[in-house]
C-alpha cells in the first residue's frame, strides 16, 4: 500500500515537470522510467502526449508537434536509460548463471556460444527493435536479455532506438487522441505489460527447466556411451592377454 502511494507520487511529479518544462522534461522522465522499472511505461508518454499536445490542434500539425517534441527526445532517452537494465543483465548474468548453472542446466560457454550465433544474423536486431516497438511489452525484459546475451552494445543501441520510435509515436498519439482519459486506457496498458511480462518470464524458466532435462539426458546418454565403449575396450585387452 506505501509502495502504490510512493508509486503514484513519483508518476504525479513526473507527470507535473512535463507540464512544466516540455521536451527537456520528456527526456528526463523516460530515463527514469526506464531505470525505476515500475513506473508504468505508458503512461509517461501517454501523458506528455495529453499535456503538451493541445487538444485543437489539425491532424497533421499535432503529428509534427508530437515526432518533435516527443518522440525524438523519449527515443533517445530511451535507448540511453536502457543501458542500466541492459547493464544489470550484462555484469550480473555471467555471476549467476555460472552460481546456478546446476539448476538451470546452461553454463557460461553455452551463453558464448549463443552470442556468437546472434551476432553473425540480423534477426536477433530485427528482434530487438520490433519488441521495442510494441507499446504494451515490457521493455525491460528486452534490455536484460540483451545485456546476459553480451549483445554489441552499439547495435543494441541502434535496434532500441529504431523501435523506440513507434513506439513512443503511438504512445503520445493515442494520449492526444484520448484526452484526459488517457489514465484509464494507460492502466489498461500497464496491466497487459505486466500480465505479458509474467507470461514471459514463466515461459522462459519453462524453457530452462526444459532444456536442463534434455541436457542431463543426452548428457548420461554420452556418459553411458562411453562408459560402455571402455568396458569394450577393457574385454578386449583381457581376451588378448589370455592369448
Excluded: C
Aim: net charge positive; proline share 4%.
Amino acid at each position: 500500500m506505501v509502495f502504490s502511494e510512493m508509486l503514484d507520487g513519483v508518476v504525479q511529479w513526473i507527470l507535473v515537470m512535463i507540464q512544466a518544462y516540455g521536451p527537456y522534461s520528456v527526456f528526463v522522465a523516460v530515463i527514469l522510467e526506464e531505470i525505476l522499472i515500475p513506473i508504468p511505461s505508458p503512461l509517461v508518454i501517454m501523458g506528455a502526449g495529453f499535456i503538451l499536445i493541445p487538444a485543437q490542434l489539425a491532424f497533421w500539425d499535432a503529428m509534427r508537434e508530437i515526432f518533435f517534441i516527443i518522440v525524438i527526445p523519449a527515443s533517445i532517452a530511451s535507448t540511453i536509460g536502457s543501458f542500466f537494465t541492459y547493464g544489470i543483465g550484462y555484469y550480473g548474468g555471467r555471476p549467476l548463471i555460472t552460481k546456478f548453472q546446476r539448476f538451470l542446466g546452461v553454463n557460461w560457454v553455452d551463453i558464448e556460444k549463443r552470442e556468437k550465433q546472434f551476432e553473425k544474423g540480423r534477426k536477433v536486431w530485427i528482434s530487438i527493435a520490433i519488441l521495442r516497438a510494441i507499446p504494451f511489452f515490457p521493455i525491460a525484459i528486452v534490455s536484460l536479455t540483451s545485456g546476459v546475451l553480451r549483445l554489441s552494445w552499439k547495435k543494441y543501441a541502434l535496434a532500441t532506438f529504431i523501435g523506440s520510435i513507434p513506439r513512443t509515436f503511438i504512445l503520445a498519439f493515442v494520449g492526444w487522441r484520448l484526452g484526459s482519459a488517457y489514465i484509464t486506457f494507460a492502466s489498461r496498458l500497464s496491466e497487459l505489460e505486466t500480465l505479458i511480462a509474467v507470461v514471459v518470464i514463466a515461459a522462459i524458466a519453462y524453457a530452462l527447466y526444459r532444456y536442463r532435462n534434455r541436457y542431463m539426458h543426452h548428457a548420461k546418454r554420452i556418459l553411458k556411451t562411453v562408459e560402455d565403449r571402455s568396458k569394450i575396450q577393457s574385454r578386449i585387452v583381457q581376451n588378448k592377454r589370455k592369448k
